[in-house]
C-alpha cells in the first residue's frame, strides 16, 4: 500500500501485480451519501462503520490471518483491524479511526505509524484515534449517526453494526443505511471492475495450471471449483474435466449439455432480462438434451412446468459477485422476492438484469440418488423419466461449469478465461496448459464491453 506525499494513494501487491487506486473507496463513498441525500432530513447525517476485529482462535494465543469486513473494505479499503469509520453525507468528508497501540509494541511490531501516515496511506480526510470518536464525532454536531443493520439474504446473518462507547448519546439510525449501501455495492464502478478482471484472469490461469497430466487411468470426473481473491474482491470459477484426459460418450454428453446451457444464457444476458428467466432457459436447453439422449420422455414444455429441471440442477444458476462470493443484495426490499418453486427457490437473487451487475452462471447436470428416488416416485416427475437409461449415469456424479461475467449496456462481458470446449478440455490436458483461450467469436458479435 502506497503512503508517499506526492504519489496518490494505491494499493499493490508487488511490481508485477495490480495497482488499484484508493480513489475507488473515495468514489464508493460519494455514491452511497449522493443516494442518502436524496433525502433532505440526512444531509447532517453521519455514516458510521465499524471494521473487522482482530482474535484469536479458540483459547489459544494464534491469530488467524485477517481479512477486512466487506462493507468497511468497500468503503475505506483499511487493511488493518479494530478501525472505525465515519463519512459526513453532506460533504462527503471522510474521518478514519485507528487503534492506539502501546509504545512497547513496537518491540514487536517495528516503527508505529502516525496518524498522518494512515491519512496519506488511505487518502482521506482526516485520521484519528479510536479512543476519541466520541468526542470527535461530538464536534460535528450530527443530527443522526447512520448504522448498519440487516440481514444477508445469503448466510442469514446479521451485517456489523457500529458500536462504541458512548454512541447512546446519540441520535441513532440502523435502519436506512443498510438498503442504500448494500444497493450501490450490487452496481460495480470502473475502478471494481478492473480488480474483478484481475482476479479472474489470475484465477483462470490457476485453472489451467491445475489441469492434471492424463495420468490417471479410470474416467472419472474432476470438478475444481475456486477463485482467487486480490485486494478483497474475489472470483468464482468452476472447471469440469475427465481425469484421464479424454471424455468418455456419457461424460461428453453430459458435459456439452451443460455447455450449451452456459452457452445460451450468455447469448442471452442483457439489461432487462430476469435472472429467474435465465434459469429458466438454462433448465430448457438441459432437459431437451436430455430428451434426445434418451433419459427423458414427453413433452419440454410439461417437463418445465413440472419443474423437472431441479432434479437435475437443484442448485440456481449463479450468484452476484464481488467482496463477496456470494455478493449482497440479492433480495433487497422493492426488488423480485425469492421464488418458492423447486429449482428457482435456490436463486440467490431473482433480480432484474442492469449495467455494472457482476454475476456467476453456473448451470450443472448432476444425477443424485436421492433427487432420483424421489422424482421416480413423484407422479407428477415419474412419467417424464426413463428408469433404466438414468439408471446407466446413477454413478456419474456431475457436471457444473461457472464463469464471471460483467453486465453491459447492451448485452454482457466474460471475465473467465478457461478451457470450455471439449476440444479445448482434452488439448490442453494433451499438450498442457500453454495454450490461449480465445473469447467466443459469437459472443464477439453481439456483445459488448461495459466502458467500450
Known amino acids: 500500500m502506497n503512503a508517499d506525499e506526492d504519489v496518490k494513494p494505491y494499493f499493490t501487491m508487488g511490481e508485477h501485480t495490480l495497482h488499484v487506486p484508493l480513489k475507488l473507496h473515495e468514489e464508493n463513498r460519494k455514491r452511497v451519501c449522493q443516494e442518502l441525500k436524496k433525502n433532505p432530513d440526512l444531509h447532517h447525517s453521519i455514516i458510521v462503520l465499524q471494521g473487522g476485529e482482530s482474535t484469536t482462535l479458540y483459547c489459544s494465543d494464534r491469530e488467524p490471518i485477517f481479512r477486512q469486513e466487506s462493507y468497511f473494505h468497500w468503503a475505506f479499503g483499511v487493511l488493518e483491524p479494530d478501525c472505525y469509520g465515519a463519512i459526513e453525507v453532506q460533504n462527503n468528508r471522510s474521518h478514519l479511526f485507528v487503534p492506539k497501540l502501546p509504545e512497547f509494541y513496537a518491540i514487536w511490531m517495528g516503527r508505529l505509524h502516525s496518524l498522518e501516515y494512515f491519512r496519506k496511506r488511505y487518502g482521506v480526510d482526516e485520521v484519528h484515534y479510536v479512543?476519541?470518536?466520541?468526542?470527535?464525532?461530538?464536534?460535528?454536531?450530527?443530527?443522526?449517526?447512520?448504522?448498519?443493520?440487516?440481514?444477508?439474504?445469503?448466510?442469514?446473518?446479521?451485517?456489523?453494526?457500529?458500536?462504541?462507547?458512548?454512541?447512546?448519546?446519540?441520535?441513532?439510525?440502523?435502519?436506512?443505511?443498510?438498503?442504500?449501501?448494500?444497493?450501490?455495492?450490487?452496481f460495480k464502478t470502473s475502478y471494481e471492475l478492473d480488480v474483478l478482471r484481475y482476479i479472474n484472469k489470475i484465477s483462470s490461469e490457476a485453472h489451467k495450471e491445475e489441469n492434471p497430466p492424463p495420468q490417471i487411468s479410470a474416467p472419472k470426473n474432476s470438478l475444481f471449483d475456486m477463485g482467487a481473491e486480490y485486494y478483497c474482491y474475489t472470483s468464482d470459477i468452476t472447471c469440469s474435466f475427465p481425469a484421464n484426459g479424454k471424455f468418455t460418450d456419457k461424460q461428453k454428453l453430459i458435459y456439452e449439455a451443460v455447455y450449451n446451457s452456459s452457452r445460451a444464457v450468455m447469448a442471452a444476458v442483457k439489461p432487462g432480462v430476469s435472472w429467474v428467466d435465465m434459469h429458466k432457459l438454462a433448465d430448457e436447453v438441459h432437459l431437451k438434451q436430455l430428451k434426445a439422449a434418451g433419459l427423458l420422455k414427453g413433452e419440454i414444455e410439461n417437463m418445465m412446468e413440472a419443474r423437472l429441471g431441479a432434479v437435475f440442477m437443484p442448485h440456481g444458476l449463479g450468484h452476484f459477485m464481488g467482496l463477496d462470493v456470494h455478493d449482497v443484495g440479492g433480495y433487497l426490499e422493492g426488488n423480485p422476492e425469492r421464488p418458492n418453486e423447486a429449482g428457482l427457490k435456490s436463486l440467490r437473487t431473482a433480480r432484474v438484469l442492469a449495467p455494472g451487475m457482476?454475476?456467476?452462471?453456473?448451470?450443472?447436470?448432476?444425477?443424485?440418488?436421492?433427487?432420483?428416488?424421489?422424482?421416480?416416485?413423484?407422479?407428477?416427475?415419474?412419467?417424464?423419466?426413463?428408469?433404466?437409461?438414468?439408471?446407466?449415469?446413477?454413478?456419474?456424479?456431475?457436471?457444473?461449469?461457472?464463469?464471471?461475467?460483467?453486465?453491459?449496456?447492451?448485452?454482457?462481458e466474460l471475465m473467465t478465461r478457461v478451457p470450455r470446449t471439449v476440444e479445448e478440455i482434452e488439448d490442453i490436458m494433451r499438450t498442457g496448459r500453454k495454450m490461449e483461450i480465445p473469447f467466443p467469436q459469437e459472443l464477439i458479435k453481439t456483445h459488448g464491453n461495459l466502458y467500450d
Open 131 to 186: 479512543t476519541d470518536i466520541k468526542s470527535i464525532l461530538s464536534a460535528m454536531k450530527p443530527e443522526m449517526l447512520l448504522t448498519l443493520h440487516g440481514k444477508n439474504s445469503d448466510s442469514g446473518k446479521d451485517t456489523r453494526e457500529a458500536v462504541f462507547e458512548g454512541i447512546g448519546e446519540f441520535k441513532v439510525d440502523n435502519k436506512i443505511l443498510y438498503p442504500v449501501i448494500t444497493e450501490c455495492r450490487v
Open 358 to 412: 457482476v454475476l456467476t452462471i453456473e448451470p450443472g447436470i448432476y444425477f443424485i440418488d436421492c433427487l432420483l428416488d424421489n422424482a421416480l416416485k413423484d407422479p407428477k416427475l415419474a412419467p417424464f423419466l426413463v428408469p433404466e437409461k438414468i439408471a446407466q449415469y446413477r454413478d456419474f456424479g456431475g457436471v457444473r461449469i461457472e464463469d464471471d461475467i460483467i453486465v453491459t449496456d447492451v448485452g454482457m
